[in-house]
């Protein structure tokens, strides 16, 4: 018997292609995930998910998986030169804080629970928007839907020949995970609430903020920022001295960094004049690399990756194409406007004021992307 399931061909299994797996699969879909690097694993430090990708962590049954190491802090604290200029209890609005790692595993479990082919060492070169998929090695594959979801440097989207627009920031950060050492913290400030998120910033004389993240009871994420032009705030490994001058009550987990070889990002915007051509839809940084300010990259990313299979699911025969343009239609503008503000955030360093997640800033974290009725006009 020959297998009349819809078939997708996914490249990148980072967050978004294995949602996207995840999703399709467990909608009747045959999915291949071709994952370039030869091991399955998460590159970076710890990751601050939000209601819109806890929602569809929740719709592929990863939820509890998830929650099973993370946490919500007690409260998003801002400080500016040492001062404190908000704690954000963020009431109402679900967050969690994770190990990259961590949330790698979980969306790799439920894919293959899910019935996904995970290749890896197979990488894309391109695809043809009458979905056709080459490979590295030469080989071809066709599908119903091709997903680009192979990250900010998409080989996908470059071989689409898409318009594109590259915007990138004067500031930069490098992450680490280290070991949490909460009474060695409390030791030196004991009236801070260490199990919060601090965002520490000091923009005088000189700009460097450290955003302290716990991200479970052992491990605590720490992302360095600073221009890219302080040739010595950027410097990787840490300058342990600078650092410690200017953050002396994170002494502790500053040494943990110093050990570390570390890499320094460099802040970047990638906007594409549309998202899909023809049987291929990009998601993910390939399709909206963010600055991460909001810490929605991630999180669009997977919203998008749920949207789209639920989309595709129900396209009928022959008409994949204009199912995905609508689908760029509807979903496209809570994305960009996390783009938006987090690009205005990363430019006017507006969020060391505090009160960081309030009007336009919380509305994309607030999105139900598995609400059927989310994009119904409610007349008043
Ligand atoms: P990627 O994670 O880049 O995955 C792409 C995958 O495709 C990789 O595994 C890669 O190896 C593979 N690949 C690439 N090319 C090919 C090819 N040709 N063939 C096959 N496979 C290929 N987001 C949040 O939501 N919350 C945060 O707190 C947050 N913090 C961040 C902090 C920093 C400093 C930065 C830089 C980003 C942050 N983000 C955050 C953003 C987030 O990391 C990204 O948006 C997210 O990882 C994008 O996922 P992705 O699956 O689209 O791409
Ligand atoms: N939020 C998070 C984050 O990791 C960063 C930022 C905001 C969770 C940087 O790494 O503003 O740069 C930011």
Redesign the pocket.
Known sequence: MTDSRRRAEI????????TAATALAQRGWKVRV????RELR???A????WNN?LQVLDAIGAGPDLASRSMTPPAYETRMNNVIQSQETLEGVRWRTMT?PHLHTTLLTAARESGVEILAG????GATADGVVSFSTGETAEADLVIG????????RDSLSIPMKRERSGDG?T?FLVPRRKAELQALEPDTEWDNVIDFWNLDPRVLRVLYTPANDEELYI?LMSPSADADGSRVPIDLELWTSVFPQLAPVLEAAAGIQGRY?G?QTTRLDHWTEGRVAL????AH??C?AL???????MQNAYTLAVAAEAAADGDMAATLVEWERLERPITDLAQDRSQWYADTREMAKGNQFVGESIQTALYNPTDPHRHEVHAS
Do not use: C, K, N, W
């Not at 197979?122 to 070169?125: H, N």
């Not at 979801?149 to 996908?156: F, I, M």
């Open positions: 490249s990148g299994g980072g967050f978004a292609g294995l071709h994952e370039r690097a998460a590159e970076g710890g990751i601050v998910l990708s990259r197979s990488e894309v070169v979801a192979d990250g900010v440097g998409s080989a996908v950060i992450r992302a990002y802040y998601i993910g940084d390939s690399a963010m991460p810490a929605q990259g991630a999180g669009t990313a």
